[in-house]
């Protein structure tokens, strides 16, 4: 591919990009009484930052070849906070791998953009191999508290790769950016997959 050609191919990506996450969201016209359906959902796999999604140098991408797949934006926890509405995605990868990252917007209807850098994360002692479906809450101590499924290989099946098991991880943080990591929760409720406490 030529520069030239890789140039506007890749001002055609940023283009779209835009008029995806500025598009407006429009109820739709059947009601029930109870709560209101709109047009388009709110976050889509292809609201994903496209420097994220694409090396945008040609030098050492003279093709445009997608690095970073993602499969789908979904189980969000929601929050208010500073007068926006924030987003705790679930971002999984094309390797079906999960990461948090924050989308926000001025009313949660639409114009969700994600904020520059995923979450980072920290580890305990026993690492995951897999986190999702973050939920989030402000707590009176001033900390906003995240749980979230915690996977980790099942060691009782070493020879299954596939085998795996499910914890309630829990960290804090005060700005949604810097994240302290804390404890796994404790129960003996078998596997934590929605984090409850039955």
Not at 42 to 54: D, G, K, Q
């Amino acid at each position: 591919m030529s520069k030239k050609d890789f140039e506007e191919k890749l001002e055609r990506l940023i283009k779209s990009h835009k008029k995806l996450i500025k598009k407006n969201n429009q109820p739709k016209k059947k009601y029930n009484g109870i709560y209101t359906k709109y047009k388009h959902p709110v976050l889509t796999a292809e609201h994903a930052p496209i420097h994220w999604r694409f090396d945008m140098d040609y030098k050492t991408n003279p093709f445009l070849q997608e690095r970073l797949g993602v499969n789908g934006a979904f189980n969000a926890g929601a929050i208010e906070h500073e007068g926006k509405i924030l987003l705790a995605v679930r971002v999984e990868g094309n390797d079906r791998k999960s990461f948090f990252a924050i989308a926000e917007s001025k009313n949660g209807i639409d114009n969700f953009k994600y904020w520059d850098y995923p979450i980072i994360m920290p580890e305990n002692e026993n690492p995951d191999t897999n986190i999702y479906d973050l939920r989030l809450v402000k707590h009176e101590d001033g900390w906003i508290y995240g749980t979230f499924c915690s996977e980790r290989h099942d060691d009782s099946k070493p020879d299954d790769t596939s085998a795996a098991v499910a914890s309630c991880g829990i960290a804090r943080t005060k700005d949604l950016i810097k994240w302290e990591r804390l404890p796994d929760l404790i129960t003996y409720s078998g596997q934590q997959r929605n984090c409850s406490s039955s």
